[in-house]
């Protein structure tokens, strides 16, 4: 599967953006897909994950209830809807995709396909 990231750009502190991450392939549906962020000099983190029919969702602490991850398999396309946005969470957004069945989907070694990348810039 190819996965293409988008909807990253400039915005001010407080402010909200939606990442897109279409996927290429008639499979979708049955990847669990998430969502990572890196700065430049730091390793990857983990942001979010939900499962093939979008019923398991789970994100890291750093920004549980402000963004919400979701999924439209009619579209092979997966979300990241970011509200309140801080300094810290300016990064290159990456979707990632995996088929088989995982632990948890927080870490990157789970994950077999991986976006391009989407940079996401919050000013203060």
């Known amino acids: 599967v190819q996965l293409q990231a988008s909807g990253g750009g400039l915005v001010q502190a407080g402010g909200s953006l939606r990442l897109s991450c279409a996927a290429s392939?008639?499979?979708?549906?049955?990847?669990?897909m998430g969502w990572f962020r890196q700065v430049p000099g730091k390793e990857r983190e983990f942001v979010a994950t939900?499962?093939?029919?979008?019923?398991?969702?789970y994100y890291a602490e750093y920004v549980q209830g402000r963004f919400t991850i979701s999924r439209d398999n009619a579209k092979n396309t997966v979300y990241l809807q970011m509200n309140s946005l801080k300094p810290e969470d300016t990064a290159v957004y990456y979707c990632?995709?995996?088929?088989?069945?995982?632990?948890?989907?927080?870490?990157?070694?789970?994950?077999?396909?991986w976006g391009q990348g989407t940079l996401v810039t919050v000013s203060s």
């Open positions: 990632a995709a995996v088929s088989r069945p995982v632990v948890g989907g927080t870490r990157e070694n789970e994950y077999d396909y």
């Open positions: 392939g008639r499979t979708f549906s049955s990847y669990r």
């Open positions: 939900i499962s093939w029919n979008g019923g398991r969702l």
